[in-house]
């Protein structure tokens, strides 16, 4: 399994660069040592419209009376310092892997924030061979990675997630598509098998330390992820899979929560189309099992459905160091099925402009249009438009 710092810096819009700038040193035991990671910033202005008043589970967007901002702020791929140790004893690779991801800004509107925390996403290690590999620690889950991994925004800002309101949030990273197209996977505590690299199809299946969801706390059994990838050229093709079964210590009665993704990317040197999507019941929309996961009184059945999708072009003219792209997509959350019919949308169009103007230093433009609509007649959508400029620096 590679590395997720690395993998995200390369697999979106052609920055494999990245990966050959990192520091390598041979220790005197046989193992290796390496350092490498990125720093980013972005200089946001975000207006929100007048109209919207939409106020349901799940909405981004804020509605009218969101002030304007202008932030100085991390994009969606925080500043990453990584850290590998790798050595073989015998026929048995082993490795360990420190990931930090810290970020450049504060809540919106904050002069200080001091003692900020440091956000060790990636802590595991890895035991393998011939055989596969055993990845034991706190990685990016399997669920929807490379929906993520593929994404245009992954090197932009996206949706904001600011909010427009002072001291509201915004310290951490932006949303990008995170809610607007897929749920956020996020970095946790497993242990996954994968097959052996190198080889058109690879299938990587983890278990997981299932997450309270609502009312169902009680986590007997651990959550199960799969994702199988295949590549040929420049064809990728993935599907991915979750389950999870909770209950209520209250009454005993237990909930459970699936989902599936997957997508398809296809494209040349020159020219790329991705198209992705998922579809859940229990998993909330933006973070797993976090907002509108679950809808209305108690019960075993009152789990909400989600699904999204996301379409994508790039396109790099010929001996070019621009690459320029944009997408559209969207993230549904239905009303449980004691709330009755309604669901809310959240929607977003990016398009950007990405200058690799050295081998690791990467200058974007960026602009992103996103709304939420609660699907209520009458209710004008809460819309944001966001402009964005950054630099981003691979090492």
């Not at 720093?39 to 002030?67: K, M, S, W």
């Not at 996954?192 to 690299?197: K, R």
Request: net charge negative; glycine share 18%; hydrophobic share 35%.
């Amino acid at each position: 399994m590679k590395r997720v710092a690395l993998l995200c810096m390369g697999l979106a819009l052609g920055a494999a660069n990245a990966a050959q700038a990192q520091l390598t040193m041979q220790m005197s035991n046989g193992w290796s040592f390496t350092f490498s990671g990125n720093v980013n910033a972005f200089l946001t202005y975000e207006t929100f419209g007048d109209d919207g008043n939409t106020a349901t589970p799940g909405g981004l967007i804020p509605g009218g009376g969101a002030e304007s901002e202008t932030r100085i702020r991390t994009g969606l791929l925080p500043a990453f310092a990584v850290f590998d140790a790798k050595g073989k004893e015998g026929e048995t690779d082993l490795g360990v892997h420190f990931g930090f991801a810290p970020q450049i800004n504060c809540a919106t509107g904050q002069h200080d924030c001091f003692g900020a925390q440091i956000d060790m996403r990636q802590v595991y290690l890895t035991v393998g061979g011939g055989w596969g590999q055993i990845l034991a620690g706190r990685e990016l889950g399997l669920f929807g990675r490379q929906n993520i991994l593929t994404d245009q925004t992954l090197f932009g800002i996206g949706a904001t997630g600011s909010g427009g309101t002072p001291g509201a949030g915004g310290a951490g990273t932006t949303l990008g598509r995170i809610g607007f197209g897929y749920i956020y996977p996020q970095f946790k505590a497993q242990m996954t098998y994968s097959t052996a690299a190198g080889r058109p199809f690879q299938l990587s299946i983890g278990l997981f330390e299932a997450a309270v969801n609502g009312p169902y706390t009680k986590t007997e059994i651990p959550r199960v992820e799969a994702e199988g990838v295949w590549t040929g050229g420049q064809t990728k093709v993935w599907v991915g899979a979750l389950a999870q079964s909770n209950k209520n210590p209250a009454n005993d009665e237990s909930a459970s929560s699936f989902g599936a993704s997957g997508g398809v990317r296809f494209g040349s040197s020159t020219f790329s189309l991705t198209g992705s999507g998922y579809y859940g019941k229990g998993l909330g929309t933006t973070l797993l099992f976090n907002a509108g996961a679950i809808g209305g009184a108690g019960g075993g059945d009152d789990l909400r459905k989600s699904y999204g999708y996301i379409g994508q072009v790039t396109f790099t003219p010929a001996n070019s160091k621009v690459t320029i792209a944009g997408s559209w997509g969207s993230s549904f959350l239905e009303a449980a099925d004691n709330e009755g019919d309604g669901k809310t949308e959240n929607s977003l169009a990016s398009g950007g402009i990405y200058f690799q103007a050295t081998k690791s230093l990467k200058v974007v433009g960026e602009v992103n249009y996103a709304w939420t609509d609660d699907d209520v007649d009458g209710n004008e959508k809460n819309t944001s438009l966001a402009p964005a400029f950054g630099l981003m620096l691979f090492f």
